[in-house]
């Protein structure tokens, strides 16, 4: 059976702050690994892909992956109310075709 | 922008009866995938399909589900004799045409099934 856990929260940090989103996967063949945003009642939006150890930044997102600890994360730098979402980790397999499996995902309150 | 649309935004359907949804690309695309998320829970995968065909599909994807490509273009998903237990919202996503990678999947606005 193919996990993916993150910690619910809500994770609450004031507005400027830096946001440190977990996840861990079981899937040692897990190979590409995504992070979406999802406001309430609205489809999921991606944020980040990464696919190899190590940081990626893009813009105020860095994705981090350690594949040998199984776990992948997300940091939100200077985090505005507008980032306040809940953050969802998926993985999935290299092969085409082949399904996202999803986290619970990770609720995130920026407070001005 | 997502690059696929979903029709109806709001399904509400009697108990028993058949749904159809449908995903609606903007442009040409060969992958296609349906998700469901059931309210407060997490996004649930369902089935892949490639070049008109199912690529993979989940446990949750039994008899009651099928998917077709009726006209070539809209991707649909029909429901068979619905249960109150298949309310969620359910989405299509794909990758980007013409993106070096296949991996990525975006998600179309999706449709909220209420069944009574």
């Known amino acids: 059976q193919k996990e993916v856990e993150q910690n619910s929260g809500p994770l609450s940090v004031p507005e400027g702050a830096i946001a440190s989103l977990n996840c861990t996967y079981s899937d040692r063949g897990s190979q590409s690994f995504f992070w979406y945003r999802q406001y309430s009642g609205k489809s999921p939006e991606l944020i980040m892909s990464?696919?190899?150890?190590g940081d990626k930044e893009d813009g105020r997102f860095t994705a981090q992956l350690n594949k040998a600890s199984q776990y992948v994360s997300l940091l939100i730098r200077d985090s505005q109310p507008s980032d306040s979402a809940t953050y969802l980790c998926?993985?999935?397999?290299?092969?085409?075709?082949?399904?996202?499996?999803f986290g619970k995902g990770t609720t995130l309150s920026v407070s001005s | 922008e997502p690059e696929v649309t979903q029709t109806p935004s709001h399904q509400v359907t009697q108990m028993g009866q058949e749904v159809i949804l449908r995903c609606v690309p903007i442009?040409?695309?060969?992958?296609f995938y349906w998700y469901r998320q059931i309210l407060g829970q997490k996004v649930e995968f369902l089935v892949s399909?490639?070049?008109?065909?199912?690529?993979?599909k989940s446990e949750i994807f039994d008899d009651q589900f099928s998917v077709e490509r009726p006209d070539g273009s809209n991707f649909t998903l029909k429901i068979r004799s619905t249960k109150l237990e298949d309310s969620a919202m359910y989405f299509c996503a794909s990758p980007h045409v013409g993106e070096a990678t296949t991996d990525t999947q975006y998600f179309g606005p999706g449709t909220r099934l209420t069944v009574l």
């Open positions: 442009s040409n695309h060969l992958y």
């Open positions: 399909f490639y070049n008109n065909e199912i690529s993979e």
């Open positions: 990464i696919y190899s150890n």
């Open positions: 998926a993985v999935k397999t290299n092969q085409a075709g082949t399904a996202l499996i």
